[in-house]
């Protein structure tokens, strides 16, 4: 009798369960409404199911449960230098107001989950570019750039910081927080109502934003409208063409678009690219002032142009040059190359950002080393007429605005070089007839310094040494792109390109042509 009294009581009793300490097992509906908070500083408690790992418990300070989806999509961390699933959670349901089983829950977590790791605009949604534009800004670049080579790289700082530019100018219509003055804003807003105006097209009206065109209806016909809208900037519509299409493929991998890359059946402006180089008789005034007295006002700005001129090296792969070789990864990702501290024996700088995305090892010239050590000196001992920005920079080209912490950008030169075309008068000012607007023609420009150089080189060496000092890939890129003939050998060329009479004389070149006797 006694037994059976001690079990109906025992019966009737709730079993007590134990604090669990787990953080991962078999949720049930005993266990994890027994679940107390156990976190620190207020942040949640998180609880896992050992039977679907994706099914995460939260418990917050005050006890509210709330049932998450946890995902895991792939992406790329640069710190680590490898692909790996971050987490990312989604709230589902408060665990009061699930009365169903937890098979149910299972089972609506990895819809949840699957959603999320593998995301798939669907070809009749209403998405619109937008969503893909904003989705590659977040986390396209931070991946392995798309090519067709077998090796990966990374999008390099400048490529990211011009695509930026372009999606949020030319595709988003978002105006940048750099763009302060009335000139700047004018100029965007141009450009808005160039891109978001009513246009017809092959007798079709447009009257929608790239931006907000239904990912439904992108096609060719919507890309060349875009291309089209920017035909009076025949390299800027290639660009945004060729950022529409990088972002497009992007989403096409990532499954975030449905279809072929419309932007494949699209044809490119032909671009007005000018193969010139600065006259000999005005490379000998840029230098001959820069070797003057003159250097001292500002050898930064003197002794990159010198450096354009005399290696034939790119604007990109000059700006990060470092004084001493980096060790520190920050240090190497900051730089464009660096000397050794021996440089005016060894003779040589090494390059790392270079287009081919290979150390190249460049030859310093006597001429380049006298430029780089009047610099140095410079660094310690101050100028004359004042007191320069170089003492304490790593970089051989420093910012002033960052106390020499970054390096010179694109942007950084300009004006000097607008002063000192005005100074030496290298360049021609006219007016133009039908608008009357003042021109300006001719003069050195950065890009012009390169062409200047290998052209050189190619006169004095030869194709071959000419291509290698320019680090092509082949010497018939040097030749289409780069080797630009003195005004002189063009005359001598056009004589035989062009059929004339062979009393025709010019510049001494006497052209004898074959005739035919006459009966």
């Known amino acids: 009798m006694t037994n059976e009294i001690t079990d109906k009581i025992s019966k009737g009793r709730k079993r007590k369960i134990p604090p669990i300490t787990e953080t991962t097992f078999k949720f049930s509906q005993d266990r994890c409404s027994a679940l107390k908070y156990q976190g620190k500083n207020d942040r949640p408690d998180r609880r896992f199911d050992s039977q679907t790992e994706s099914l995460c418990l939260m418990i917050t300070s005050n006890g509210q449960k709330t049932f998450y989806a946890v995902a895991k999509p792939l992406m790329f961390n640069k710190k680590k230098q490898k692909m790996e699933r971050n987490a990312s959670y989604k709230k589902m349901f408060a665990l009061s107001s699930q009365k169903k089983s937890y098979d149910h829950a299972r089972n609506v977590v990895q819809e949840y989950v699957a959603a999320m790791e593998n995301p798939t605009v669907d070809a009749n949604a209403d998405e619109k570019f937008s969503f893909l534009a904003k989705e590659f800004l977040s986390r396209g670049m931070s991946d392995y750039r798309l090519a067709d080579s077998a090796e990966k790289h990374e999008y390099k700082e400048g490529t990211i910081k011009k695509y930026t530019k372009l999606i949020n100018t030319y595709l988003l219509l978002k105006s940048s927080k750099h763009i302060t003055t009335p000139f700047q804003k004018n100029r965007f807003g141009v450009i808005v109502h160039k891109l978001s105006e009513v246009i017809v097209y092959n007798g079709m009206p447009s009257t929608l934003p790239f931006k907000d065109i239904a990912l439904k ?13 920017l035909k009076e900037t025949p390299t800027v519509a290639n660009d945004v063409l060729r950022v529409v299409s990088v972002i497009i493929s992007w989403s096409r991998k990532q499954k975030l678009f449905r279809g072929e890359n419309p932007c494949d059946l699209v044809t490119k ?127 051989l080209f420093p910012t002033v605005q960052w106390q020499g912490q970054r390096h010179i950008t694109d942007s950084s030169f300009r004006k000097k070089l607008i002063k000192l075309n005005e100074k030496l008068e290298l360049t021609t000012t006219w007016k133009d007839a039908d608008t009357g607007e003042m021109k300006v023609q001719g003069g050195l420009q950065f890009k012009l310094g390169r062409k200047t150089a290998i052209s050189k080189f190619e006169e004095k060496f030869g194709i071959e040494i000419a291509s290698k000092k320019a680090n092509h890939s082949s010497t018939k890129v040097t030749r289409d792109h780069y080797v630009v003939k003195d005004d002189k050998e063009l005359e001598i060329e056009n004589i035989y390109q062009n059929k004339i009479a062979k009393e025709d004389i010019i510049k001494g070149v006497i052209e004898t042509l074959p005739f035919k006797k006459t009966k």
């Open 269 to 395: 402006f032909q671009e007005q690219k000018i193969k010139a180089k600065l006259p000999d008789d005005q490379v000998a005034k840029v230098m001959n002032h820069s070797k003057s007295k003159a250097f001292e006002s500002d050898p930064q700005f003197l002794c990159f142009i010198a450096l354009l001129l005399l290696l034939g090296k790119r604007q990109s792969e000059l700006y990060g040059l470092r004084w001493k070789e980096p060790f520190s990864k920050k240090e190497i990702n900051e730089c464009s190359g660096w000397l050794l501290p021996n440089y005016a024996k060894t003779k040589y700088a090494y390059l790392r950002d270079t287009k081919n995305r290979k150390i190249e090892r460049v030859y310093l010239d006597s001429e380049s080393i006298a430029f780089i050590e009047r610099m140095d000196r410079l660094r310690y001992e101050g100028s004359s007429e004042r007191k320069t920005d170089l003492i304490k920079s790593a970089f």
């Open 217 to 229: 209806s992108l096609d060719e016909r919507e890309v060349n409208i875009l291309h089209h809208r």
